[in-house]
């Protein structure tokens, strides 16, 4: 199971930090990734991360605001939000996957995913 949660309400400029933690089993041999979507639009990657956390990948919406990190001691990924804008606002879940058909870029679609969990939600007010 994930479980994705550090969702919240902050004012333009602000800061959060999202936590997804696997139970029941760990992230070895995953890359877990972070995706969003907005009602009415397709989901995206945000970024993503191997097991051993040598391996990142960010959207380039994200523009060096964002850090994904792993504490594999805690079967935690955390991604955390820097000057967040308006447009972050929306939906954010986490995934693990496997295989990807094209690399480690790959890993920025969602079909290379296999397990997600529910979202968490991000609404940043001006």
């Known amino acids: 199971q994930l479980q994705a949660s550090g969702g919240g309400l902050v004012q333009a400029g602000g800061s959060l930090r999202l936590s997804c933690v696997a139970s029941?089993?760990?992230?070895?041999?995953?890359?877990v990734g972070w995706f969003r979507q907005a009602p009415g639009k397709e989901r995206e990657g945000v970024s993503c991360i191997s097991s051993n956390g040598e391996s990142t990948y960010y959207a380039g919406f994200v523009e060096g605001r964002f850090t994904i990190s792993i504490d594999n001691a805690k079967n935690t990924v955390y991604l955390q939000m820097n000057s967040l804008k308006l447009e972050d606002t929306t939906v954010y879940y986490c995934?693990?996957?496997?295989?990807?058909?094209?690399?480690?870029?790959?890993?920025?679609?969602?079909?290379?995913?296999?397990?997600w969990g529910q979202g968490t939600q991000v609404t940043v007010s001006s």
């Open positions: 995934a693990v996957g496997t295989h990807s058909d094209y690399g480690f870029w790959g890993y920025s679609l969602p079909q290379s995913y296999d397990y």
């Open positions: 029941g089993f760990t992230f070895d041999d995953y890359v």
